[in-house]
């Protein structure tokens, strides 16, 4: 009992010294007693053999990937479909759309739809944003049949029933008006129309309001012009011969056809810096806040040195906003920054959430950070930091089927390919720490950032005035 005793209170204090103790920065963190912490060389990266692919459009215009990649006895599908549109009503439409479209086809129930999945392990899904409609399914490899002749009964016939149009369209309605009131939804809403205004990027979220006056025959209409192989890309990755299967999925979607090319969405405007706008909200006991600055294309050649800037200054736990906001100040649980894309543009958001009172001093300290990161270049070590996680999440994310499947129906909306894929890990290998510091001059300049903060501006109002460039509700 005695050891137990002295044990506990020797833990308790050695926990007590750790609490008082001042978090170490990336630097301390990668030196030891010995010296610097021992980093692999990176320019001896070498990427490793790329898997079989087999790649066509049809006659209908889809573009097929199929990629060989026989780590597990399955097949992961990705078939993205270009969905731009215009307004509100558009992207009501376009989400009950996505709600229904696996309701049931002229020969296949709904419960026929998932009965002819299970038997071959398979699923579908559907969702939709301003760019895209996205079908994501799995099957064994062996069930590669079953599953893609039910897409193509879904894509060629679905029926919308009224009456699963009508419940799916009641609950979708429930949904969204919870989910409006959420403070990252609505903060989410004011940062995308400060980025785009009313462009259709910025119609995240339909409203529900708008949703409960869609009808199925609306849904169909839309179903009938805007759901098209010209312009699409179907990905599919798994243990298949890739060959073998584009013939499959052109004997299987040789009926799907459309009148016109699908829909794109047209490039937004490019983010612009100003002042910061605030957001009333009564009674909030936290803010939300969320910055914005121009981004980097991933077709841009400095796209690695970006990608390397932004994970220095906000894209990983040891960055310079994490350690700032949440290590030191305790202002936060967790801080961000992270790159956005859209059909030719790109940004960086910033955000994160804080309690009322620290709300001014936590925008203080991130308009401090991004002009440190444009002033103050991140060193050698922290650029080493940065490449060794981007290049290892990378990694991770591509070691399944899955997430190689989604990595290549993402980069397909940029009009790239394995290829890019490929190349990324010794381009980021080979991205000098003057590279990245010039990225970061060009991203996280003060002047070119915006954005907004919601929260009780009874409260925190003046200090918010008192900070300066922030723009308050008359």
């Not at 919308?160 to 809403?189: K, M, T």
């Amino acid at each position: 009992m005695a050891r137990t005793a002295t044990a506990t209170k020797t833990r308790s204090k050695t926990a007590g010294t750790r609490r008082a103790a001042r978090p170490r920065s990336a630097e301390q963190i990668a030196r030891t007693a010995l010296g610097a912490r021992p980093l692999p060389d990176l320019q001896r990266t070498r990427p490793g053999r790329a898997p079989t692919t087999a790649q066509a459009t049809l006659d209908n215009g889809l573009n097929v990937v199929a990629v060989r990649r026989p780590s597990s006895p399955m097949v992961e599908l990705r078939l993205r479909i270009p969905f731009g549109g215009r307004g509100p009503l558009h992207s009501a439409r376009a989400e009950l759309l996505a709600e229904t479209i696996l309701t049931g086809t002229a020969r296949r129930s709904r419960q026929d739809v998932d009965a002819d999945l299970a038997v071959v392990g398979g699923a579908l899904s559907a969702q939709v944003d301003p760019q895209r409609l996205l079908l994501s399914g799995s099957a064994l490899a062996s069930g590669l049949d079953v599953l893609l002749d039910v897409l193509a009964d879904v894509l060629t016939d679905a029926t919308y029933r009224s009456s699963e149009v009508v419940r799916e369209r009641d609950r979708l309605v429930e949904h969204l008006a919870i989910s409006s009131a959420q403070p990252s939804v609505i903060a989410r809403e004011h940062l995308q129309f400060k980025r785009f205004g009313d462009h259709p990027a910025a119609l995240e979220m339909p409203s529900a309001e708008v949703v409960g006056g869609v009808g199925p025959a609306a849904v169909r209409g839309l179903h009938r012009r805007a759901v098209v192989p010209d312009g699409s890309t179907l990905v599919l990755v798994g243990d298949i011969g890739p060959a073998r299967t584009l013939e499959r999925v052109r004997r299987t979607l040789a009926g799907w056809l459309g009148e016109r090319p699908a829909t794109t969405l047209a490039e937004p405007p490019a983010v612009t810096g100003g002042p910061v706008t605030a957001f009333h909200r009564d009674g909030a006991v936290q803010s939300q806040a969320r910055l914005t600055t121009p981004g980097v294309l991933r077709s841009d050649p400095d796209y690695p040195a970006a990608q390397l800037a932004n994970i220095v200054f906000g894209g990983y736990f040891s960055s310079r906003l994490v350690e700032n906001l949440r290590e030191d100040k305790g202002y936060t649980y967790h801080a961000y920054s992270m790159l956005e894309f859209w059909p030719g543009a790109s940004a960086v958001t910033v955000g994160y959430d804080t309690t009322t009172e620290a709300t001014a001093a936590a925008l203080l300290e991130t308009r401090y950070e991004l002009g440190r990161i444009a002033l103050s270049p991140p060193t050698d070590a922290e650029v080493d930091a940065a490449r060794n996680y981007a290049i290892g999440s990378l990694a991770g994310s591509l070691s399944s089927q899955s997430g190689y499947a989604s990595m290549l129906s993402t980069l397909a909306g940029s009009g790239l390919d394995g290829q890019w894929l490929r190349r990324h890990p010794a381009n980021l290998a080979a991205t000098t720490t003057e590279q990245v510091a010039q990225a970061a001059r060009r991203i996280f300049a003060p002047s070119a950032v915006t954005g907004i903060v919601v929260g009780d501006l009874d409260a925190v109002g003046g200090d918010l005035a008192r900070l300066g460039d922030v723009d308050l509700p008359a």
